[in-house]
C-alpha cells in the first residue's frame, strides 16, 4: 500500500515569507507527527496528532509554527515569516498507535531551504 | 525528562565485520518503549524494531541484533557480517508510555566499505 507522502518535496523561500508544508499519511493511521532534522542532527519533536483529540504542540519552537490535521487525515505544517533558522528537512510519520507507541513510518521530507 | 545518548558519532568499518551501536537512555517512566531507525542515503527513515521496557529478551533479527539491559539502560544494536548496504545513519530512539513524542538520538553514521 501507499506510504506517507509530503509535498513539496523542496522548497526554498525567501526570509520572511509563509511557507505550508503538506502531510499525507498512511490510510487508517490515527497519530501523525511532524518532526525537523536539522543538517547532520537528530529529529526534534515538533507535534503530534491523535484522531479527534486536541493536538500536542509542546514541540513547536515558535509561535511562527501552526499546523492543522483537516478531516483527521491529511496535515499541513505552516510556518510564518520563515527566518533562515528554520532551513531543515521536515518529516512527517503516522502511526497506528493501539497499545502504547507505536512504529511510526515516515514519509521521505521536505527540504526548507530559506535565503 | 527523557532522553537518547548515541555517543558514537560515526563508524567506519570494513564489509563482514561485526558493528555494535550504542544507545543509552533516560526516563524517569518505568514504562517505555525502544525504537531504531534506519536512515539511509536515500533519506527516508526504516523502522527497525520496537521493544517495550517489560521485555529484556534479545532479539535477532536476520544478521541484526538488539541487547536490551534495563541495569545499564542501554539499549545496543549489533550488524553481525556487515555489508555496504548497511551504510546509514542509525537513530535510537524512546518514547514514554503516556507520552506523545519520541525522543530520538543524535544518530550514528555507519559506512561499511568494501
Known amino acids: 500500500g501507499a506510504g506517507v507522502s509530503q509535498s513539496p518535496s523542496n522548497k526554498v523561500t525567501e526570509k520572511g515569507k509563509d511557507v505550508e508544508l503538506r502531510c499525507d499519511p498512511i490510510?487508517?493511521?490515527?497519530?501523525l507527527y511532524w518532526y525537523r532534522q536539522s543538517l547532520g542532527q537528530g529529529l526534534e519533536f515538533l507535534i503530534y496528532?491523535?484522531?479527534?483529540?486536541?493536538?500536542?504542540k509542546s514541540g513547536l519552537p515558535s509561535d511562527r509554527f501552526s499546523a492543522e490535521r483537516t478531516g483527521g487525515s491529511v496535515s499541513t505544517l505552516t510556518i510564518q515569516r520563515t527566518q533562515q533558522e528554520d532551513s531543515a528537512v521536515y518529516l512527517c510519520?503516522?502511526?497506528?498507535?493501539?497499545?502504547?507507541?507505536?512504529?511510526?513510518?515516515f514519509g521521505p521530507g521536505t527540504r526548507l531551504t530559506v535565503t | 525528562a527523557q532522553k537518547v545518548t548515541q555517543a558514537q558519532t560515526e563508524i567506519s568499518v570494513v564489509e563482514k565485520e561485526d558493528v555494535t551501536l550504542d544507545c543509552v537512555y533516560e526516563?524517569?517512566?518505568?514504562?517505555?518503549?525502544l525504537f531504531w531507525y534506519k536512515q539511509p542515503p536515500s533519506g527516508e527513515l526504516v523502522f527497525l524494531i520496537r521493544?517495550?521496557?517489560?521485555?529484556?529478551q534479545n532479539e535477532i533479527s536476520g544478521r541484526y541484533s538488539w541487547n536490551f539491559q534495563k541495569s545499564t539502560s542501554s539499549f545496543n544494536f549489533t550488524i553481525t557480517a556487515s555489508q555496504v548496504v548497511d551504510s546509514a545513519v542509525y537513530f535510537c530512539?524512546?518514547?514514554?508510555?503516556?507520552?506523545?513524542?519520541?525522543?530520538f538520538g543524535a544518530g550514528t553514521r555507519l559506512t561499511v566499505k568494501p
Open positions: 510519520a503516522s502511526s497506528s498507535r493501539i497499545i502504547g507507541p507505536g512504529e511510526q513510518y
Open positions: 490510510s487508517g493511521h490515527t497519530a
Open positions: 496528532f491523535q484522531g479527534n483529540s486536541a493536538p500536542d
Open positions: 526516563t524517569r517512566d518505568t514504562t517505555y518503549y
Open positions: 521493544r517495550n521496557s517489560f521485555d529484556e
Open positions: 530512539a524512546l518514547s514514554e508510555a503516556l507520552g506523545n513524542d519520541m525522543r
